[in-house]
């Protein structure tokens, strides 16, 4: 392991929290939330992730969720000292992955003998779908392993040799229901505005914006919190920005419904990007694990935004255009 890689293993965030006592579906989201991005609970009310840009953003919308759900909640950065290692930290977030992927592996062993127990068409359909949805699983689990728990392998071969038994079906295209068209004219000759350090949903959406809005577009990029936007500025994925998250959609999904573009290849990437910025795994394309290690590979090898916006843009570029002939 580099110097690097461990330097980044020993600044931890953590989130501290209170949420009100009601409604208590709140409680049961917030931590469901939590366990999506991968935390950990180091106390009852604070939740560990390793330090990074993503981890960091991941914290910060869910501290905005808390606050506006009536908690309190505060994100800070921690070099553990004393009461818990970092090795004991570590085992930590590898305990609760080797969960996940034992579970995984149950069910992939659960439905390979089904498949050997039933040979009708019905039941090989049912255990297909499931599959599909259990590799999806595997996906997701393996996003937020940040240290490499071992389980993943067994679960790993398990899948592959399931999916080995069954003969793939075609390939099946949703439809996706169309924004309603809203006036481009009012987004151009802006200055566009976002946090630094941008990742997938702001890569993205500067893309968005300079291929199908405004190719003379000017993207600046500030600190996150309290920016008070210039006349003619207009904010993206910020807390309070005039384009953003909205319910669970990402930034650029809003971008695509506020921009009026009715364009299905656009409408496939924004749920790859939906699912590598949230994490929830909403659509589950089989793209979406590629993409998003180009993704981090770009932001791994340039730390400056312009410089990852730029290197992004031929990855969505030929992304769109592969949306585009696979729909032709």
């Not at 950990?40 to 606050?67: C, G, H, M, R």
């Not at 950065?77 to 305990?95: K, T």
């Not at 259990?134 to 392998?153: E, N, P, S």
Request: charged share 30%; aromatic share 8%.
């Amino acid at each position: 392991m580099s110097d690097n890689a461990t330097s980044v293993e020993r600044r931890w965030l953590l989130l501290i929290h209170q949420l009100p006592s009601k409604p208590a579906y709140f409680r049961v989201k917030i931590w469901r939330r939590l366990q999506r991005i991968g935390a950990v609970a180091v106390k009852s009310t604070v939740y560990a992730l390793p330090a990074n840009a993503e981890t960091q953003e991941d914290f910060e919308w869910l501290l905005k969720e808390i606050i506006e759900g009536g908690g309190e909640a505060m994100v800070c950065e921690a070099r553990l000292i004393d009461g818990l290692s970092d090795a004991q930290a570590h085992a930590l977030f590898d305990a609760a992955r080797d969960e996940d992927y034992e579970a995984i592996a149950n069910e992939a062993r659960m439905l390979s003998a089904r498949l050997v127990a039933h040979a009708k068409a019905e039941e090989r359909a049912d255990v297909r779908a499931m599959t599909g949805r259990l590799r999806k699983r595997l996906a997701d689990v393996a996003a937020i392993d940040f240290f490499g728990a071992t389980g993943r392998l067994s679960a790993e071969s398990l899948i592959a040799e399931l999916e080995h038994m069954l003969i793939e079906d075609a390939d099946m295209v949703e439809e996706r229901q169309e924004a309603p068209p809203l006036k481009v004219a009012d987004l151009k000759g802006r200055i566009w505005v976002t946090r630094k350090g941008v990742h997938v949903d702001r890569i993205a959406c500067s893309w968005l914006i300079r291929r199908f809005i405004d190719p003379d577009a000017a993207i600046r990029f500030r600190p996150g919190k309290g920016y008070v936007p210039n006349p003619g500025e207009i904010r993206f994925d910020m807390f309070e920005g005039e384009i953003t998250h909205e319910g669970d959609r990402c930034s650029f999904e809003t971008l695509i419904a506020k921009a009026g573009i009715a364009d299905p290849a656009l409408h496939a990437i924004a749920e790859i990007v939906h699912d590598i910025d949230l994490k929830d795994m909403k659509f589950g394309r089989e793209e979406t694990s590629g993409i998003a290690s180009l993704i981090a590979g770009i932001c791994a090898a340039n730390p400056q935004d312009e410089q990852r916006i730029a290197q992004g843009a031929p990855v969505f570029d030929n992304l769109y255009q592969y949306f585009r002939a696979k729909r032709g």
